[in-house]
């Protein structure tokens, strides 16, 4: 079966990178999130995509500049009229202490393409540790010398390369670098590249399946998992499928 992974949560229908995003995932059935992270000023690794808090809260500067009690007092989901109450940025331990309270896996993407945060790997592989998540999560990054580093620190922890780009038999590179499973753009996966990758034993979940069409042909072929900003409506498309 296709395994269905919230992106930034249910960020098609919460405040992204959110617990109430990360939530309705859990709600509406999801089995992982997806999540970035990157380190505050004073060394915090948080849930953010962006480099800078300018598109999500209601705040200005880059997540380095700003230590994380300033990056608490804004509001993340300012965007959506609906959430009156204020929506936090969350620090990764939040997410991980939630976790505790289900079995979802958690892929941590590393957001460490423009801005190299000095020992961002090995604190996220440290909380890991610390909570025993090793087989809950999955390690991912576009800086494939970052997901290289945290499997030699820790070979336990799933790693697997994001890439936009065509790769030719990427599951070929992705045994070179021990990665368990690749991140493609759904635009450079066609059918026969999942298909032949996951012959190959390596796992493929392609990002960002938001279209109905392209989630029941994933599903068709028992894609390993999708990466969709809208889980519920995946679940019920694999539920009517039954699959």
């Given amino acids: 079966m296709?395994?269905?992974?919230?992106?930034?949560?249910?960020?098609?229908?919460?405040?992204?990178?959110?617990?109430?995003?990360?939530?309705?995932?859990?709600?509406?059935?999801?089995?992982?999130?997806?999540?970035?992270?990157?380190?505050?000023?004073?060394?915090?690794?948080?849930?953010?995509?962006?480099?800078?808090?300018?598109?999500?809260?209601?705040?200005?500067?880059?997540?380095?500049?700003?230590?994380?009690?300033?990056?608490?007092?804004?509001?993340?989901?300012?965007?959506?009229?609906?959430?009156?109450?204020?929506?936090?940025?969350?620090?990764?331990?939040?997410?991980?202490?939630?976790?505790?309270?289900?079995?979802?896996?958690?892929?941590?993407?590393?957001?460490?393409?423009?801005?190299?945060?000095?020992?961002?790997?090995?604190?996220?592989?440290?909380?890991?540790?610390?909570?025993?998540?090793?087989?809950r999560t999955i390690i991912s990054s576009f800086n494939h010398y970052s997901i290289v580093h945290c499997y030699r620190l820790d070979p336990d922890i799933e790693i697997a390369p994001l890439y936009s780009n065509g790769l030719f038999m990427p599951w070929v590179y992705a045994q070179s670098i021990h990665a368990e499973s690749i991140h493609p753009n759904i635009k450079v996966a066609p059918d026969a590249l999942i298909i032949d990758s996951m012959k190959a034993g390596v796992a493929v979940r392609p990002y960002t399946i938001n279209n109905e069409a392209v989630m029941k042909r994933l599903f068709t072929i028992n894609c390993s998992a999708i990466i969709t900003d809208f889980p519920e409506k995946a679940i019920k498309i694999r539920e009517s499928m039954s699959i």
């Avoid at 230590?67 to 009229?81: F, H, M, Q, S, V």
């Avoid at 009156?84 to 590393?110: A, Q, S, Y």
């Fill in 2 to 135: 296709s395994l269905v992974f919230a992106h930034r949560g249910s960020a098609g229908t919460h405040p992204e990178n959110t617990m109430e995003a990360f939530k309705e995932g859990e709600r509406v059935g999801a089995d992982g999130i997806e999540l970035d992270v990157q380190l505050s000023k004073d060394g915090e690794v948080v849930v953010i995509h962006d480099e800078t808090v300018d598109r999500t809260t209601n705040g200005k500067g880059f997540i380095k500049d700003l230590t994380l009690k300033e990056i608490r007092k804004l509001d993340a989901g300012n965007k959506y009229k609906k959430f009156l109450k204020k929506t936090r940025i969350p620090t990764l331990r939040e997410v991980f202490e939630w976790m505790m309270t289900n079995e979802m896996i958690c892929n941590i993407e590393l957001k460490n393409g423009v801005i190299p945060y000095p020992r961002l790997e090995e604190k996220v592989i440290e909380l890991i540790n610390e909570f025993s998540f090793q087989n």
